[in-house]
């Protein structure tokens, strides 16, 4: 099925371990976009690429890095985990940016 | 920057009933709004979109919602509750620019039998 899929699914990190969390569409989407999402805060925009080639930071960039690839891939690296980037991140993706987003199911990071 | 609104955290409907969730949002100037579903251990789902086509838009699963510029609201509403419609459910505003997105801190439905 075309969509958004995100790996890995579940990780559990030490603080202070690095680890990339991978993105791909397959919807050839221009867009994709980097979430967080926190009990009582709604989603927080981590970082977007507006195009290949392109990255842009959101509200909340600080502790991470991404990579967009190719046209399909997305990735977000955590190169120092800390106890507060335990959250649920989304990858999204939007072929035209008032469109809406396509999200993927979620990886659910917790860094003891 | 943008911001929304969602009054209520937590909503509870009993089945059949008017399910009425409220948005609003921060800007004078009419943006994109939307309205997303996410229902547990899964990513968030469009319901429907405004784009300044019509004030009144509907989406899917019966829901639909009215864009009122007055109000700066977006309220999402469905006649009738049903059982599958308990989730979260979160309103997202565009910047102008389209590049990000806002979205609210989420409202949780919950339908009683």
């Known amino acids: 099925n075309a969509g958004v899929t995100q790996t890995p699914k579940f990780q559990v990190l030490k603080t202070g371990q690095s680890m990339t969390l991978q993105c791909a569409q397959d919807m050839n989407h221009n867009s994709m976009y980097w979430y967080r999402q926190d009990p009582g805060m709604g989603l927080r925009l981590i970082y977007y690429s507006a195009s290949e080639g392109t990255t842009d930071k959101g509200e909340v960039p600080n502790g991470y890095n991404v990579s967009r690839l190719n046209k399909r891939e997305f990735s977000l690296r955590l190169e120092s985990a800390a106890p507060s980037q335990t959250s649920v991140y989304f990858c999204?993706?939007?072929?035209?940016?008032?469109?809406?987003?396509?999200f993927g199911s979620g990886t659910r990071l917790t860094v003891v | 920057a943008q911001s929304v609104t969602q009054l209520g955290s937590h909503v509870s409907v009993s089945e059949g009933a008017l399910v009425l969730l409220r948005c609003n949002y921060s800007s004078s100037v009419p943006p994109y709004l939307f309205w997303y579903v996410q229902y547990p251990n899964q990513g968030l789902q469009l319901l429907l979109k405004?784009?300044?086509?019509?004030?009144l838009v509907k989406g899917i699963n019966g829901f639909e919602a009215e864009f009122k510029k007055s109000e700066t609201s977006f309220h999402l509403t469905k006649p009738s509750a049903h059982m599958s419609d308990a989730a979260e459910y979160f309103c997202a505003v565009s910047d102008h620019s389209g590049n990000q997105f806002y979205f609210g801190t989420g409202t949780s439905l919950t339908v009683i039998p």
């Open positions: 405004y784009t300044s086509a019509a004030t």
């Open positions: 999204a993706s939007s072929e035209l940016q008032n469109y809406g987003y396509t």
